[in-house]
């Protein structure tokens, strides 16, 4: 996973973010961005980018489990904070949107998102949570069944990882055209700011100075 996660990054960095910045500098704000123009091509190309990630973590899942509801060893020390069951939460996703100062159909959009999301984190989280209660419960007694916490643990990845497709999906079909590159973009330069070195650098510095 780590490979793949380097290589991923990579091609997000480039070529997928210089292409979808070419076409928005190119686009007017008003674009309907039917999908065969090239601002629409580059926004799904990152779209797909986002999805192959969760598919990979999936593929991860299937293979190992127990990592995959944790954070792997290729997270960056700052993205751990924003870390929600192997991935970034949902509702910073919706957090980011609301950043770019939606309109009002879009923000209702957005709303209605994050009442899923809402609705479906709590339940994820204490699905996983049980699950490591019995395993203590069923280890202390001397019963603890291996194979079936590890299945119980793949679902739970499976479930946090669909919840993150589909809160991408929903916004970046309600956004549409040139508000959806936009939201790309910004989700896009996020997610590399949090590999960036020069940000890395800042970050180690305070945290090995917490009282200055």
Not at 27 to 42: E, H, I, R, T, V
Not at 136 to 162: P, W
Not at 189 to 204: A, G, K
């Amino acid at each position: 996973m780590r490979e793949f996660f380097a290589a991923w990054l990579s091609t997000l960095r480039s070529p997928l973010l210089p292409l979808l910045r070419r076409a928005l500098s190119s686009s007017s704000s008003s674009s309907s961005g039917g999908w065969d123009d090239p601002l629409s091509s580059a926004a799904a190309a990152v779209e797909a980018h986002f999805q192959a990630h969760w598919s990979a973590l999936d593929a991860a899942a299937r293979q190992d489990p127990a990592q995959a509801v944790s954070a792997g060893d290729w997270r960056s020390p700052l993205e751990l904070p924003f870390l929600w069951v192997g991935d970034l939460h949902p509702s910073l996703v919706t957090s980011l949107l609301r950043s770019l100062s939606p309109s009002p159909r879009l923000l209702a959009a957005t709303d209605r998102v994050d009442r899923r999301i809402r609705a479906a984190v709590p339940s994820i989280s204490d699905r996983l949570r049980r699950v490591q209660e019995a395993f203590i419960s069923a280890e202390v007694s001397g019963a603890a069944d291996v194979e079936a916490f590890l299945e119980e643990l793949k679902d739970v990845a499976l479930d946090a990882n669909r919840l993150r497709r589909g809160v991408l999906s929903e916004l970046v079909a309600a956004a549409g055209g040139y508000q959806a590159a936009l939201f790309l973009e910004a989700l896009s330069r996020f997610v590399l700011s949090m590999h960036d070195p020069e940000v890395l650098r800042r970050f180690d510095q305070c945290r090995a100075s917490p009282g200055s």
